[in-house]
């Protein structure tokens, strides 16, 4: 199963051009800072020296969890079903930041428990939520391959629409549930030193958290370099498609703003499957889940912003977006000293 999808290496020798051209422009060498490494990076994915990421494709991924039954939230399950509602009518933080950066926008049922309708929803449900893995496994093997091809489909289809760049968000009420429980047997580190009060858990119901999330490693045992395993055990739907959506996007050179704690997580997960996955993505922020630290350590990533947000959806990677594309612009339009006729620096 490693070998799932074959990503493209790095274009180094454009990176390397651009550097150079980077330091014909108006400005002093470097003084754009992570614009500059960002231009860099942005070239070597797409093997262009003009790179463009507008307009950003966003996919929503929607899906329930069964450990919501012991009780892991501080909202109660309905609220997955009810949100998908609030995305198609355009209430949701994530319906506004993707209109404000004019975004290709979808959300994807790819597992929400009720049943869910409404105009636009890309409905690709594989099971009404996972199972509760506290007792038994999240998912069959088959159903983690069904959720990681509705992500590579419905990226593969945004990406055919015209996205530049991808977006991938989550819908999932107990879903830092299923991350924490990845990431801690993804890294080896305690359940306690990842876990956070997602949605609002106080400090007694993030004890209860931490020690569903123990019982169930102790009980499923997932296999830490197998990602197949760890979604089959752990879940969750939407982590998936979210990890087969990056895939799919890194496949075509498509580079992919990371958001918050879960899709860093997915991001993981993506990169079990095919290591060159993570060249392909930008840290878009830092979310205040604590886990979060340790999951853009261990795909090595320095997010953008840090606006002390923890919500999901996509969010801090959208707003990370302008920036982003403010490196592409920056290549595009500045003048090189020749062009405006300025005089570089000093010899001296
Ligand atoms: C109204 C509402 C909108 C959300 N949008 C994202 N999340 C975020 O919170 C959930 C994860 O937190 P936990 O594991 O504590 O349930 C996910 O749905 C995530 O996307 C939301 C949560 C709520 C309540
Ligand atoms: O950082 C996230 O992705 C996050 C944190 C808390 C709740 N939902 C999402």
């Known amino acids: 199963m490693k070998q799932l999808v074959e990503i493209p290496l790095l274009a180094k020798d454009i990176g390397r051009e651009v550097s150079a051209y980077l330091n014909t422009l108006t400005k002093p060498i470097g003084s754009l800072g992570r ?21 950003p494709g966003v996919l929503v991924f929607a899906a329930d ?52 309708d409404g105009e636009g929803l890309i409905a690709r449900n594989v ?26 489909e419905e990226a593969a289809k945004m990406i055919e629409n015209g996205a530049k760049c991808l977006i991938v968000g989550e819908m999932g009420i107990g879903n830092t549930t299923s991350a924490s429980a990845l990431l801690s047997v993804i890294t080896g580190k305690n359940v306690k ?14 004890t209860k958290k931490q020690s569903v999330i123990e019982r169930a490693i102790e009980a499923r045992k997932p296999d830490q370099n197998d990602p197949l395993d760890l979604l089959k055990k752990l ?51 830092h979310s205040t889940e604590p886990g979060h630290k340790t999951a853009l350590e261990e795909l090595g990533k320095q997010p953008l912003l840090d606006l002390e947000m923890r919500l999901g959806e996509g969010t801090g990677a959208a707003l990370a977006f302008p920036i982003v594309e403010a490196a592409t612009n920056m290549l595009c339009e500045m003048a090189t000293f020749s062009e405006a006729g300025v005089s570089g620096k000093s010899e001296r």
């Open 35 to 55: 614009l500059e490494t960002l231009a860099v990076e942005l070239a070597e994915m797409t093997g262009s020296r003009f790179p463009v990421v507008a307009p």
């Open 235 to 285: 879940g969750g739907l939407e982590i998936a498609a979210m990890a087969g959506a990056m895939l799919e996007a890194a496949r075509n050179r498509i580079p992919i703003i990371v958001d918050g704690f879960i899709c860093t997580v997915a991001a993981l997960i993506a990169n079990q499957f095919d290591n060159r996955a993570s060249d392909y993505m930008i840290a878009g922020h």
């Open 127 to 152: 099971r009404a939520g996972t199972r509760n893995f506290c007792q038994e496994d999240a998912m069959a093997e088959e159903e983690v391959i069904q959720a990681l091809n509705v992500g590579k």
């Open 193 to 206: 030193e990842l876990i956070g009060p997602g949605t609002g858990l106080n400090s007694d119901q993030m």
């Open 65 to 116: 969890h069964g450990v919501t039954e012991e009780g892991v939230s501080a909202y109660p399950k309905e609220v997955t079903a009810q949100m998908v509602l609030n995305f198609l009518s355009g209430g949701a933080a994530m319906n506004v930041f993707s209109r404000q950066i004019g975004a290709l926008f979808e959300i994807v049922d790819v597992g929400v428990a009720e049943a869910v």
